[in-house]
């Protein structure tokens, strides 16, 4: 089985066209599938149905269209591995991050990283954690930056503790939540969920960590931004990190609400494949992402 033949399939699939995939790899429709259909011979199957209108995967073109992507990304992640052990610094680094970690970190990682290693091409992909996680043992991203999850397999994650987030509850200014004083006075409020579905999440693990039932969810957002602007202007009780509550461009419409019980206390971290934790290139930007959070940590003490 010859990388040829798969990356012929993976053109054809992605372009729904036998033509459009030869001109993307940037050969003939005949010679490409000729390289179809020598995979096919060799796996004694169909990997494509065709028609008048192009291809599309069957079931098993569709299997080894996973794995033709998958064993693509491991050999040019060993290429790229093995030249910047040789020294050559260059290659790509993509780096999957919750809101939180791009609004607080990834702005001064990425001008001290990129300073120091300007031949390393970064690509940032703002998404949920758990999507994060997903994307990480596919091998789509090299590292995973946000809140540390409690049930990690062991061994499958290389993990780099960052820096304590405080998570504050706030609502909006003139909201008359805002006198409450213990977590109970807001049970029946509308919260915010941000970046979990309605039965998990931080809202969840707070009045759960004070034997309180969840509250009920006002709204589900998938970002910092959208959490901001649905408690600017409504009802609605979220959480947030205190150093983006307290920042000027957020604190002049919210309020933090000071409960008897405390904020939320979470630990931000960066997780990398156990194996691609070897690849300089991550090694470098862990350091990075330390530096920045040192740094980060001080100026909030």
């Given amino acids: 089985m010859k990388l040829t033949n798969l990356r012929a399939l993976v053109a054809a699939i992605e372009e729904g066209s036998l ?9 003939s429709q ?8 020598e995979l096919e011979r060799e796996l004694s199957t169909t990997l494509l149905h065709r028609s008048t209108t192009g291809v599309v995967a069957t079931a098993q073109g569709l299997v080894m269209y996973e794995r033709a992507i998958a064993a693509d990304r491991e050999l040019v992640q060993a290429v790229e591995q093995i030249r910047q052990l040789d020294g050559h610094m260059s290659g790509s680094l993509a780096i999957g991050a919750v809101p939180l ?11 001290t990283f990129g300073s120091a290693f300007p031949d390393i091409k970064l690509r940032i992909i703002e998404e949920l954690y758990i999507a994060q996680l997903t994307r990480l043992r596919k091998g789509e991203v090299d590292i995973a930056l946000g809140p540390l999850p409690g049930d990690l397999p062991a061994g499958e994650f290389a993990v780099e503790t960052l820096m304590p987030i405080t998570m504050v509850v706030v609502v909006r ?5 805002a006198r409450a004083k213990r977590l109970a006075d807001l ?8 970046g979990a579905p309605p039965d ?3 809202a969840k693990t707070l009045f759960e960590q004070h034997g309180l039932a969840p509250p009920p969810a006002g709204a589900l ?9 649905i408690i600017t202007s409504g009802n609605c009780v979220g959480l947030l990190p205190q150093q983006i509550a307290l920042h000027p461009l957020a604190s002049q419409y919210i309020d933090i609400i000071t409960l008897k019980e405390g904020p939320l206390m979470l630990t931000l971290g960066a997780l990398a494949r156990a ?26 003490a």
């Fill in 19 to 27: 033509r459009s995939a030869g001109k993307r790899l940037g050969i």
């Fill in 30 to 37: 005949p010679a490409l599938t000729k390289l179809i259909r």
């Fill in 101 to 111: 970690a791009v609004m607080l970190l990834v702005p001064e990682t990425l001008r």
């Fill in 173 to 177: 200014k003139g909201n008359p939540l």
């Fill in 187 to 194: 049970a029946d409020a509308p919260w915010v969920y941000t």
């Fill in 200 to 202: 998990s999440g931080y």
């Fill in 221 to 229: 957002v998938n970002s910092t931004l959208g959490l901001l602007s």
């Fill in 275 to 300: 194996e691609s934790h070897l690849k300089p290139s991550v090694r470098h930007f862990m350091a990075h992402l330390h530096r920045a959070a040192h740094h980060l940590t001080k100026i909030s």
